[in-house]
């Protein structure tokens, strides 16, 4: 095979970008050339997306048949899409939690639905958003394909043929995101764990055990970010390379704090739910989507109950929440 054309400062590494047709706009995706070649993330599935990739690899004298790993950072639409492109040859690996995504469990999504039903009502959210939520999600699932899962990877596991490089588990943006790590250069491959022209929400996920409770996405997304000190690049999901991460992720530390301060002002004169405070905080945004900003709302509440800013109660199957 002739050898790959450099695309990337580190020799191993080779990025694709591909179209999207959400409003975060174009992947990143990434070939690791080593005694494997492996490749990260996929783009979503729609026939500009694919016709883009099979270029990019036929640029570099490749096809699908000669990936041997698939790793997918999490389970987002935009990253696993055409993940059945490379499915015949290679191996599909990512979080354990990966799994009833890239299958499709139809059961699975039924409890989740039922979950959020039930729960945005908790928070005050009305049928018509409740019913909105539930469209967009079956509107983004049509950019996947039902896929078999051949394996897991969790913290600290290093991956086959990619020598120097291990796992580090990255949850906030989504419960099954994963990271790789390169010890010998701190470089670090992190989807859409850390990006530099944007923040990423730390979207809320039901719990994927029964009677457990629901993760406090935001919390694990600080506490995965803090993780993450010391790499000397990095490479998103979606924009330009990160060339600075410490600095990124002060930075995206402080604005979180920054931004539930403002979140507890509106709850300084009365007690309110999560839904009328995404409703004042995001006036004209909450309609367009409204998955995305009580997320936000919600999650800088938790922030804000851990650090004693608030306190919250239920009443009558409905959680208020006030200032202290």
Known sequence: MMELPLIKKTAQIRQMTLPTPFLVGPVNTYLIWSDALVLIDTGPKTEEAQGQLLRRLREMNLRPKDIDRVILTHHHPDHIGMTHVFQEHADIIGHPKMEP???????????RRTFFAG??????????????????????MKYTE???????LQEGDEIDGVPGWRIIETPGHAETHISLWNERDGTMIA??????????????????????????????????????????????????????PDRLIDERLHEQTSKAAVFKKWLEEKEKTAFEVCQQMYPKMYSKQPALTFSETLG?????????????REENGRIWYKSV
């Open 300 to 312: 800088h509440f938790d922030l804000l109950e851990e650090l004693g800013e608030i306190t919250s």
């Open 101 to 111: 995504w890239l299958r499709k469990d139809m059961s699975f999504f039924e409890e």
């Open 119 to 140: 729960f945005y009502r908790q928070h005050g959210m009305p049928e018509n958003w409740i019913q909105e939520i539930e469209q967009g999600n079956r509107y983004y």
């Open 191 to 244: 989807g859409d764990h850390l990006i530099g022209h944007i923040s990423s929400n730390a979207i809320l996920e039901a719990p994927y055990e029964k009677n457990k409770p629901r993760p406090k996405t935001l919390l694990k997304y600080r506490d995965a970010m803090k993780k993450c000190r010391g790499a000397a690049i990095v490479y998103p999901g979606h924009g330009e390379d990160i060339t600075e």
């Open 146 to 152: 039902e896929n078999r899962f051949d394996g897991s």
